[in-house]
């Protein structure tokens, strides 16, 4: 094989690796199930052993732990993580609360996640105060996002969104007590 011919093809296996990284539900054509309450599987309400058991052991008693799916990662927290929390398990309000052995909050900013609105990371959001649901919301730091109560029976699921740019970065699905 000559030289020109190898590099085409180094140059295009290449090509095809960053694609599948950049956009992995575009060369997979795998479209996320629209969902209120889970993020690739990893549901409100699984318990810390269920976890264990899919993806492997973590620390018994961390609030937290990164998830890492086909396609992104998925914040998986057994503690109400906004911004009260670090990977370490012990940045949490003090230490004197202990984390729950059920997933209070799932959230990714990988396109592995659509909501049952059709809203997923990459999303265009429009200027006003109220979208689709949604209600126009302030962020620690300032930061602009979206936020929106679900009920699905006895249990709501409070979908947080952020934003960047004008288009949906991240999203946050949160247990309410």
């Not at 180094?10 to 054509?29: D, E, M, R």
């Not at 503690?79 to 609360?97: I, K, L």
């Not at 949604?134 to 009920?151: A, D, F, K, P």
């Amino acid at each position: 094989m000559s030289s020109p011919t190898r590099l085409v093809k180094a140059w295009v296996a290449l090509g095809a690796l960053s694609l599948t990284l950049a956009f992995p539900l575009a060369v997979t054509g795998k479209t996320p199930k629209p969902s209120w309450t889970c993020i690739a599987g990893v549901c409100l309400g699984h318990s810390r052993a269920a976890l264990d058991d899919r993806y492997g052991p973590s620390a018994p008693d961390i609030p937290s732990r990164t998830v890492r799916v086909q396609g992104g990662r998925i914040w998986a927290c057994f503690w109400r993580c906004t911004n009260a929390v670090t990977e370490d398990g012990f940045t949490y309000f003090g230490g004197t609360m202990r984390p729950t052995n059920r997933l209070l909050t799932v959230s990714t900013c990988s396109r592995i996640v659509r909501l049952p609105d059709g809203t997923e990371p990459g999303t265009r959001t429009p200027l006003g105060n109220r979208w689709n649901g949604y209600r126009r919301i302030t962020r620690e730091g300032g930061q602009v996002g979206w936020e929106r109560l679900v009920s699905r029976g006895a249990n709501e699921t409070k979908v947080t969104l952020s934003v960047v740019g004008g288009r949906v970065r991240c999203v946050y699905l949160e247990r309410v007590p």
